[in-house]
């Protein structure tokens, strides 16, 4: 996936290990990236940069990514992809427009498709069954 004007996606997890690999999975891609350890830290990254996407981990302390989505929903219509080891943790991602949901563990392959989805850069592409891998 090639992206004519890199799209900034901002990385939202307490783990700076999940961080270093999602974002070089994206780098990867042509994404240019930012990131933040918590939903408190990614509310200010958010105003500071306008991202085109948001990828957040679910179950984190200071601000989750549920806190996240929630604030980022009454500014914007960014696509968010949230991350969870959870099984159910999607019920909820369904109640939001412009959401998308990533069940941990996961292949480097769904990440990226949900990515290229959400982006729109590929319109033949399906989008991902019922919000969820």
Known sequence: MTHRAAHAVLVVDNDPLMIASLEARL???GLRCVSALSGL???ATFEACSPDLIITDLNMPHGS???LLEWTRQRSDVPIILISGYRHAHRNASLYRNTYFLHKPFEAR???EIVRHALAEDDTMPAPSPRTT
């Open 65 to 67: 990514g549920e806190m």
């Open 110 to 112: 769904d990440l990226l």
């Open 41 to 43: 830290d990614a509310s």
């Open 27 to 29: 780098r990867g891609q």
